[in-house]
């Protein structure tokens, strides 16, 4: 019976051993090395990247978001992290977090600029899913990055390692911390931030134990005392990186179970024939359960039985209110009394809009009827300087239309008033300047003795 358990568990080990699917190590460890610098092209296409992502979650379009997942580097420093600390290499993990810090400030800083300079800055579902992280995330993390070094360190990757890329998602929070920072929202930025250090922390946590599992070599000279204390850094950071986000899940798992025994308990004790609920919801501050009910009244024995059946669903903290009769009809009326007004102030709203157009438009079609009256007072004295034979001037808007066209014509006419005739020559100097002088298209000129 031994033996059989033995071959047994022999046959089950042999199935999940990775280790004959092990590749070069030295190699995995120079191609993780080379991914963690940021220089160069790399470094142009990690802002692109940052661009790319952005722009899909302004636009809330998941398959661009996806795309900037795709061609971003970021794994890069964060797998090194990893594979520095599993096989000792202090100074691949200097260069690491070094890297590591550089882009994540370059990408906050483009992501920052861009939401600084686009018109659209209302914040959209896709950016609202990474405002709050919680114990899920460290999950998707930490089996995204042993996926990750797994692919990395064996033969047959597949499509292992863009999976991880989207899974992890290490751009978009990134983004998201960004638009924090553009509009002021600093809850936004410190909760996409914490999301990107959870992804930070458990892919690297994953990857290094990923890299013990598979026998990775440690470096020829290695301290003890700087390795323990590595380790111990380690731990740290793991569990306080784990306590908010603990405590986050909780809270959601919490309000979860919340709803799903409310939904319950109303379904199951206050459901009856004739009578039906339009909404429960319940009220954190004064402990009370509110359902409004419509149709048939719920008796107030049926109400009783329900208030002493609460401990079942776990709803004992609770007191339940049932809103029906003239209370629901009240409250119907009062949502559509509200309804009403807001519609009936958008139309007034409309209206006023309406008629402020129109006063403009009035009060321009009146400033153009006087301005010339006003005008010709304005020009007495500048008309005699140009011809003293003036006795009196007025200018008027004329609109002539045509007896045997459609058309219609507009000019100024301006009235002379003289002592005498004037020549030819003396009344187009005149023509000229009062042309000139009232910004007129065309001006008509009469000349009375």
């Not at 140009?386 to 002539?400: F, G, R």
């Not at 004037?422 to 910004?439: G, H, N, Y």
Request: charged residues 20%; glycine residues 6%; aromatic residues 8%.
């Amino acid at each position: 019976m031994e033996q059989k358990e033995k071959t047994l568990w022999q046959v089950v080990k042999g199935y999940f051993n990775a280790l004959p699917d092990k590749e070069n190590e030295e190699e995995t460890v120079k191609q993780i090395s080379s991914g963690v610098v940021f220089h160069g092209a790399n470094l142009w296409v990690l802002v692109f990247a940052i661009f790319i992502a952005s722009l899909g979650l302004n636009v809330n379009s998941t398959a661009v978001i996806i795309g900037a997942m795709l061609i971003s580097p970021l794994m890069g420093p964060i797998i090194g992290m990893g594979l520095a600390i599993g096989i000792s290499d202090l100074e691949l993990l200097k260069r690491s977090i070094k890297n590591y810090l550089v882009a994540t400030v370059i990408s906050v800083l483009t992501a920052t600029l861009y939401f600084f300079i686009t018109p659209l800055n209302e914040a959209q579902s896709e950016l609202l899913a990474r405002t709050s992280p919680t114990l899920y995330d460290m999950l998707i993390a930490l089996c995204g990055g042993a996926a990750g070094i797994l692919a990395l360190s064996t033969r047959g990757k597949g499509n292992v390692i863009p999976g991880v890329a989207i899974a992890t998602a290490l751009m978009p929070p990134l983004c998201t911390a960004g638009y924090g920072l553009a509009v002021g929202n600093f809850s936004y930025f410190f909760g996409a931030f914490y999301l990107f250090f959870i992804n930070t922390v458990f892919i690297a946590l994953s990857t290094f134990l990923g890299v013990r599992m598979l026998h990775f070599k440690y470096k020829t000279f290695i301290d003890p005392a700087r390795l323990t204390k590595v380790k111990r850094y380690i731990i740290g950071i793991v569990v306080l990186t784990m306590i908010p986000a603990t405590y986050m899940t909780v809270q959601i798992i919490r309000q979860s179970v919340l709803d799903n025994n409310t939904r319950k308990f109303v379904k199951n004790e206050l459901s009856f024939k004739g009578t039906q609920i339009i909404s429960q919801s319940r009220d954190e501050k004064l402990k009370t359960l509110n359902v409004v009910a419509v149709g048939r009244i719920i008796t107030p024995e049926s109400i009783g039985k329900a208030r002493e059946l609460m401990n079942r669903y776990r709803l004992d903290n609770y007191e339940l209110n049932v809103i029906q009769g003239s209370q629901s009809d009240s409250l119907l009326l009062l949502n559509q009394a509200l309804n009403t007004a807001a519609t009936n102030k958008e139309i007034t709203n409309r209206k006023l809009l309406e008629q402020d157009n129109r006063i403009h438009t009035l009060e321009a079609q009146l400033a153009d009827y006087t301005r010339y009256t006003t005008l010709g007072k304005d020009i007495r004295k500048e008309v005699k300087a140009v011809c003293p034979e003036v006795k009196s001037i007025s200018l008027s808007q004329i609109t002539e239309a045509k007896t045997d066209t459609s058309a219609t014509l507009q000019y100024v006419l301006a009235v002379i008033d003289c002592r005498k005739g004037l020549k030819s020559v003396e009344r187009e100097r005149l023509r000229s300047w009062l042309k000139e002088r009232a910004r007129a298209d065309s001006l008509r000129l009469l000349v009375t003795q």
